[in-house]
C-alpha cells in the first residue's frame, strides 16, 4: 500500500526553527517527484515545496529562502526545514506524491495525513 | 501566474440531487487539470486527474470534463458521505474550493 506518514509539526515561537518529516512506504521517494502543501486553519490549499527526483527544488515565493526541501534516500523520508518561522506560516502541512506520466507529473497522489504547524508566542 | 477560481463558493443540496461545481482557469491549460475531495479534518483524496480521468476506486458518481479554460465537476447522485469541500488543480495553482453539504 502506497503511504505517507508526517511528524514533526508543534507549536514554536515565531522565529523559530522546525522541520517536518516525511515517511514513505509502497514505493520509493528519491524515484519520484515529491511535495508539500500546507492548509492554514480554514482556509484552502497552499503549494509549498518540490523536490524533484534528479534534485531540484522549488518553492513557493511565501516560503523562499526561509524553507528547505530534502529527502534521505536510506531512510525513504521527505523533510522540510521550516527556518524563520512567522505567524503566517501556521497550517496543517501535508506531504504529497507529486505523480503523473513520467514526463510531465502534475497531480498530488497519495498525501499523508497532514502534521501541525503552530507559530505563536 | 495562472490563476483558478471556482463557482460556487458553497452550495446546499438534497440527497440524490445532481451537483455541478465549476473551476475556471485565466488561460489555456488543456486538460491539465485535477480534482480533489478533502472531507473535514482529513487529507485531500485525488478524484479525477486530466480533467475527466477517474481515479481508481472513485465511484462513478463522480465525473469530470472540460478542457481549456472551463472545466466541471459533478456529482450525479449526491450521497451524505459526499460533504466535503473540493478544490481544483493545475501544477502548483489551487482553486479555493467549493465547500457541499446536505439540504
Known amino acids: 500500500e502506497v503511504q505517507l506518514v508526517e511528524t514533526g509539526g508543534g507549536l514554536i515561537q515565531p522565529g523559530g526553527s522546525l522541520r517536518l518529516s516525511c515517511a514513505a512506504s509502497g514505493f520509493t521517494v528519491s524515484s519520484n517527484y515529491m511535495s508539500w502543501v500546507r492548509q492554514a486553519p480554514g482556509k484552502g490549499l497552499e503549494w509549498v515545496s518540490v523536490?524533484?527526483?534528479?534534485?531540484?527544488?522549488y518553492y513557493a515565493d511565501s516560503v523562499k529562502g526561509r524553507f528547505t526541501i530534502s529527502r534521505d534516500n536510506s531512510k525513504n523520508t521527505l523533510y522540510l526545514q521550516m527556518n524563520s518561522l512567522r505567524a503566517e506560516d501556521t497550517a496543517v502541512y501535508y506531504c504529497?506524491?507529486?505523480?503523473?506520466?513520467?514526463?510531465?507529473?502534475?497531480?498530488?497522489?497519495?498525501w499523508g495525513q497532514g502534521t501541525l504547524v503552530t507559530v505563536s508566542s | 501566474d495562472i490563476q483558478m477560481t471556482q463557482s460556487p463558493s458553497s452550495l446546499s443540496a438534497s440527497v440524490g440531487d445532481r451537483v455541478t461545481i465549476t473551476c475556471q482557469a485565466s488561460q489555456d491549460i488543456s486538460n491539465y487539470l485535477n480534482w480533489y475531495q478533502q472531507k473535514p479534518g482529513k487529507a485531500p483524496k485525488l478524484l479525477i486527474y486530466d480533467a475527466s480521468n477517474l481515479e481508481t476506486g472513485v465511484p462513478s458518481r463522480f465525473s469530470g470534463s472540460g478542457s481549456g479554460t472551463d472545466f466541471t465537476f459533478t456529482i450525479s447522485s449526491l450521497q451524505p458521505e459526499d460533504i466535503a469541500t473540493y478544490y481544483c488543480?493545475?501544477?502548483?495553482?489551487f482553486g479555493p474550493g467549493t465547500k457541499v453539504d446536505i439540504k
Open positions: 504529497a506524491r507529486y505523480f503523473g506520466p513520467a514526463a510531465n507529473p502534475h497531480w498530488f497522489d497519495p
Open positions: 488543480q493545475h501544477y502548483g495553482t
Open positions: 523536490i524533484y527526483s534528479g534534485g531540484s527544488t
